[in-house]
T-cell receptor, first 115, second 113 residues
Framework: AQKVTQAQTEISVVEKEDVTLDCVYETRDTTYYLFWYKQPPSGELVFLIRRNSFDEQNEISGRYSWNFQKSTSSFNFTITASQVVDSAVYFCALSHQGGSEKLVFGKGTKLTVNP | NAGVMQNPRHLVRRRGQEARLRCSPMKGHSHVYWYRQLPEEGLKFMVYLQKENIIDESGMPKERFSAEFPKEGPSILRIQQVVRGDSAAYFC???????????FGPGTRLTVL
């Protein structure tokens, strides 16, 4: 069975602080994908990143970076120099290659960035 | 290129009525997924469809819920005889095919009175 755990329910930081959102996953598949989505207060879901299980290179996109470590089954997300607009709920998700490729989501981490 | 469209954005129904939620995938996308987000919970997969076919409905409640994606027109998620526990945000996502990211619509917030 597949499972995603986001142990941090809520995080509150002050603007310009760095913040890391943790994501730990469980799967028996050898080939799978990991995702991060952002859900701002307006409610829509915004795709941030998809990572293939064979690609363990870390990725950086502006102030966002992702650290994928298969050895610890983790796919953590760091926001550098956080801004108020980063306030949102962030979801980590997992799908396996083949089959229906449905996404299995964690319960999300609510990030509040205070001015 | 318009994104995934869902309507209505908000839907209010009384217990026992029917709810119909519509989803138009992004242009060129032939795969549609429905997810439900209950209050204080993450998103849960409901059903995966391709044109005229249900591929995986393992997340659909056994009764009252059905989904379709006809050859022409939007995908429809139908909930018959709604109950208060059906109140949730229902999200549709689409992708162009296998091994691609899913793009989500803005969701339909269903409230059952």
């Amino acid at each position: 069975a597949q499972k995603v755990t986001q142990a941090q329910t809520e995080i509150s930081v002050v603007e310009k602080e760095d913040v890391t959102l943790d994501c730990v996953y469980e799967t028996r598949d050898t080939t799978y994908y990991l995702f991060w989505y952002k859900q701002p207060p307006s409610g829509e879901l915004v795709f941030l990143i998809r990572r293939n299980s064979f690609d363990e290179q870390n990725e950086i996109s502006g102030r966002y970076s992702w650290n994928f470590q298969k050895s610890t089954s983790s796919f953590n997300f760091t926001i550098t120099a956080s801004q108020v607009v980063d306030s949102a709920v962030y979801f980590c998700a997992l799908s396996h290659q083949g089959g229906s490729e449905k996404l299995v989501f964690g319960k999300g981490t609510k990030l509040t960035v205070n001015p | 290129n318009a994104g995934v469209m869902q309507n209505p954005r908000h839907l209010v129904r009384r217990r026992g009525q029917e709810a119909r939620l519509r989803c138009s995938p992004m242009k060129g996308h032939s795969h549609v997924y429905w997810y439900r987000q209950l209050p204080e919970e993450g998103l849960k997969f409901m059903v995966y469809l391709q044109k005229e076919n249900i591929i995986d409905e393992s997340g659909m409640p056994k009764e009252r819920f059905s989904a379709e994606f006809p050859k022409e027109g939007p995908s429809i998620l139908r909930i018959q005889q709604v109950v208060r526990g059906d109140s949730a945000a229902y999200f549709c996502a689409s992708s162009p095919g296998n091994y691609n990211e899913q793009f989500f619509g803005p969701g339909t917030r269903l409230t059952v009175l």
